[in-house]
């Protein structure tokens, strides 16, 4: 499939996970993928060769999500060695999960700057390019967590719920200008971040309460941002994908 031939994508976090499952999956239907990762620098280069032997533009760069300066002079970088950016897909995130009275002030401004203050760091940027290609399709990660809200994760809850707010946004004030906006809501997905799901009765007490009665892949989320990213959703915006085996329904 082609689905994104002549496309440049950029996507925070695609050295691991649910991010490199999004990169591998555009490289595979034609696009250019420009990738960022924070800290996994080798993981990151060895994807960006193993990707451009299929012909196609592909590079790692170093960029912390939640600055803006990184995020500014990202795309004035990719803009310069691409040409152009038609899809940006806000990916990078973490967890500090912990009940409310154990939170530091510290670890919640780290998750709301790394989880919605990237997303605004990037899209900020982004969006002037996109007007005046007046073109452009932003996908933002968010979470089920961000929908239903979850004991222990108030922080991460509360990115996460912020990032669909922004995209609904966004959506309207861009629409008009033929730019896409839409959030990705993954439930449980198999990846470094949810190491915890394997571990005994967690994962049972989790899976009894998920219809498709098995955890999801990187790729299933992947699938979804290919559809989000290609001409195949081109009158969907400002929508919440929830990608979740009906966890969320
Ligand atoms: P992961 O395996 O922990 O990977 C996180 C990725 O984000 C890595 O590439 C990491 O780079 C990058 N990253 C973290 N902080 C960054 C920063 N400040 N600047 C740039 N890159 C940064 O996580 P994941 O499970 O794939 O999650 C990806 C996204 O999906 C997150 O937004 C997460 O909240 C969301 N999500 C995940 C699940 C799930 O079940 N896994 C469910 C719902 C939503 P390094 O490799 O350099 O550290």
């Known amino acids: 499939m082609d689905l994104l031939k002549d496309k440049v994508?950029?996507?925070?976090g695609g050295s691991r996970g649910i991010g490199?499952?999004?990169?591998?999956?555009?490289?595979a239907n034609g696009a250019d993928v420009a990738f960022t990762y924070l800290s996994s620098e080798d993981k990151a280069?060895?994807?960006a060769n193993e990707l451009s032997a299929s012909g196609q533009k592909v590079k790692a760069y170093k960029s912390n999500a939640a600055s803006y300066e990184d995020s500014e002079s990202l795309i004035d970088q990719v803009m310069?060695?691409?040409g152009k950016i038609d899809i940006c897909v806000n990916n990078a995130g973490i967890s500090r999960d912990n009940l409310l009275l154990r939170v530091a002030e510290e670890q919640w401004n780290e998750v709301i700057q790394t989880n919605l203050g990237s997303v605004y760091n990037m899209t900020k940027q982004i969006i002037r390019p996109m007007i005046k290609a007046r073109s452009g399709s932003i996908i933002n990660i968010s979470s089920i967590i961000g929908v239903r809200g979850n004991a222990g994760q108030s922080s991460y809850a509360a990115s996460k719920a912020g990032i669909i707010g922004f995209t609904k946004s966004i959506a309207a004030e861009l629409g008009g200008r033929n730019i896409r906006s839409n959030a990705i809501a993954p439930g449980f997905i198999e990846t470094d971040m949810?190491?915890?799901l394997g571990e005994g009765d967690n994962a049972k007490t989790y899976l009894s309460k998920i219809p498709l009665a098995r955890f999801?892949?990187?790729e299933e989320v992947a699938n979804v941002a290919l559809f989000l990213a290609s001409d195949l959703s081109s009158y969907i915006t400002g929508q919440v994908i929830c990608t979740c085996g009906g966890l969320n329904m």
């Open 216 to 218: 999801g892949t990187a």
């Open 80 to 82: 310069k060695e691409f």
């Open 20 to 27: 490199e499952a999004i990169t591998r999956k555009f490289v």
């Open 45 to 47: 280069n060895a994807l």
């Open 194 to 196: 949810t190491h915890y």
């Open 9 to 12: 994508a950029i996507v925070t």
